[in-house]
C-alpha cells in the first residue's frame, strides 16, 4: 500500500491528497487538492507513487506484447485510479470539467481515447490533447490531469455549430459549470475535416499573409467567440487561456493578433511550444476559461513588480482563482536569470533552481497583493526545454514552502522556447480562497 497523506487546513480550505516520498525521494507530490467545490488531479501518468511501474502497465516480463496495447493499459491505468481519488472525495469522473493529456507520440492517443471512452462513458469533459518530447516518467506514454467538481453542481453540456470534436475523441467542446466556462482546445480546423482553408495560406501563394496569423485569426472569430456565445458568454469574459505553438518563432505574430482582439480585455495567457497537434498542418491549439455574462464573480487585474517580459499577459483573480499569465525566468534586465551561470552547472540543475526561485518569487509577489500565498497552490504545470530542471524546481519549491505537497505536471517541450537559456514556462492555478 502506497504512504498517503491527507492534509486539510481551515485557514486555506484545501484538502490536499499527497505522498510524502514519490518513489522513495523527499518529493512530496500532492496528486489531488480539493479547495470548495472543485478538484484537480494533476500530473498523473501509468507509475504507481511507491514502486513505479506496475506488470498491469509493463506487460508480462516475459511476453510484454501479452494484452492489450501498452497505451491502452496506460489509459485504464490512470483514469482507473483518477475515479478511486474522485470516490474519495465524494465524487467521479462524470463531474469532471476540464482534462488535459500530454503524448511523447501521437501513437499512444487512438489507445488512450479507447481507455477514456470506457472510463467516462457518454460524457467526455473538455480536453485538451497535445504531443510533446516526452511525459515526467521515461518510459511513459500518457501524461492527464483532471479538474472536476462535486455532485450538486450542474454542468451543462454546450455543443457549439462548427465547434465539435472528432467522433474518435468525443468530448464535449464546452461547459457551463458554477458559472464558469471551459471550452476545450481549439484548432483551426473543420473536426473530421482537416484543416479549414480559410485558415491557410493557398498552396499556390508565395505571399498571402501567414500561416500562424490566419491560424491565430480563425480560431479567435470561429471557434472561441462561437463556443462562448453558444454557452451564454462573450470574449470580454475570457479569463485564462493556454496556447500551444508548434514554432516558438511564431510567438511575435501570434501576440499581435491576440492582442487585437485581447488589448481591452484582462485575460492571462500562458504560451508553450509544442511538438505536433491532431490535425495535420494545424500549428496552435488554444483552450480557454471564461465567466458566463450573468456571472455574479467579477475578475480584477492583479499587478506586482514582476518584470514586464516575464508574461505575455496579466493576472487574473476571479472569485476564488488566482489566475496569472504562463510566468517566464526573465529578470528585470531582460535576461533570463542565472543564465551567465547556470550553463557551467548542470549536475547541480542550476538552471532549474534559478528560474524556478524567480518564477516563485514573482508568483510570491501577485499572491500577495491579492490576498493568498503559494502555499494555497492548486496546479503547477511546469514546461520545460530539459527534464533536469525539475530536481532544481523540487529545490526551489523545498525553499520557498518547505515540505509542503506539490502539485505538479512536468513536460518536456521540444528544445526551442522563446528566450535563449529559457528552461521553463510555469502556468499556475491558485485558491484565495479563506
Not at 61 to 70: E, N, Q, T, V
Not at 137 to 166: C, F
Amino acid at each position: 500500500m502506497m504512504p498517503v497523506e491527507i492534509l486539510e487546513g481551515a485557514a486555506t480550505m484545501l484538502e490536499v491528497r499527497s505522498v510524502p516520498n514519490l518513489l522513495g525521494t523527499p518529493v512530496s507530490y500532492a496528486y489531488a487538492v480539493k479547495a470548495g467545490p472543485w478538484i484537480f488531479l494533476t500530473g498523473h501518468e501509468a507509475f504507481d507513487f511507491e514502486g513505479g511501474i506496475p506488470e498491469e502497465v509493463a506487460g508480462p516480463a516475459g511476453f510484454p506484447l501479452f494484452g492489450r496495447p501498452r497505451s491502452r493499459r496506460e489509459g485504464d491505468f490512470i483514469l482507473q485510479r483518477m475515479r478511486r481519488i474522485l470516490r474519495e472525495f465524494g465524487s467521479d469522473l462524470g463531474n469532471g470539467v476540464r482534462l488535459d493529456q500530454y503524448y511523447p507520440s501521437p501513437a499512444a492517443v487512438d489507445p488512450y481515447h479507447l481507455a477514456r471512452h470506457d472510463e467516462f462513458g457518454d460524457y467526455i469533459p473538455p480536453s485538451t490533447s497535445v504531443v510533446m518530447e516526452r511525459c515526467f516518467a521515461t518510459d511513459v506514454n500518457i501524461s492527464t490531469s483532471l479538474i472536476a467538481v462535486m455532485p450538486g453542481y450542474e454542468i451543462h453540456k454546450i455543443h457549439p455549430a462548427g465547434v465539435g470534436s472528432a467522433p474518435s475523441s468525443g468530448f464535449v467542446p464546452a461547459v457551463i459549470c458554477d458559472e464558469f466556462v471551459f471550452v476545450a482546445g481549439q484548432m483551426a480546423h473543420n473536426a473530421g475535416q482537416g484543416l479549414d482553408p480559410r485558415a491557410h495560406v493557398p498552396d499556390h501563394s508565395a505571399w498571402a499573409g501567414s500561416e500562424i496569423r490566419k491560424q491565430t485569426e480563425f480560431l479567435i472569430l470561429n471557434k472561441l467567440m462561437p463556443a462562448l456565445e453558444a454557452a451564454g458568454s462573450s470574449l470580454e469574459q475570457s479569463l485564462k487561456a493556454q496556447v500551444y505553438l508548434a514554432h516558438v518563432d511564431d510567438v511575435p505574430d501570434f501576440v499581435d493578433v491576440w492582442n487585437q482582439h485581447y488589448a481591452n480585455i484582462p485575460c492571462a495567457v500562458t504560451v508553450v511550444p509544442t511538438k505536433s497537434f491532431a490535425t495535420v498542418g494545424g500549428i496552435i491549439e488554444i483552450n480557454l476559461l471564461a465567466l458566463t455574462n450573468t456571472a455574479t464573480r467579477q475578475k480584477q487585474v492583479i499587478a506586482a513588480e514582476i518584470p514586464g517580459m516575464a508574461a505575455y499577459g496579466p493576472c487574473v483573480r476571479v472569485g476564488e482563482f488566482l489566475l496569472p499569465s504562463g510566468l517566464m525566468p526573465i529578470g528585470h534586465d531582460g535576461n533570463v536569470v542565472g543564465k551567465t551561470v547556470s550553463p557551467g552547472f548542470a549536475a547541480l540543475s542550476h538552471a532549474g533552481y534559478t528560474q524556478a526561485a524567480a518564477v516563485y518569487d514573482y508568483a510570491e509577489a501577485l499572491c500577495r497583493i491579492a490576498g493568498t500565498s503559494m502555499g494555497n497552490m492548486l496546479r503547477a504545470q511546469y514546461f520545460v526545454s530539459d527534464l533536469t530542471a525539475f530536481p532544481g524546481i523540487v529545490m526551489a519549491w523545498s525553499a520557498k514552502l518547505g515540505a509542503q505537497p506539490h502539485p505538479f505536471v512536468c513536460i518536456q517541450t521540444p528544445p526551442a522556447v522563446p528566450a535563449p537559456g529559457m528552461q521553463l514556462i510555469a502556468d499556475f492555478w491558485i485558491s484565495v480562497l479563506s
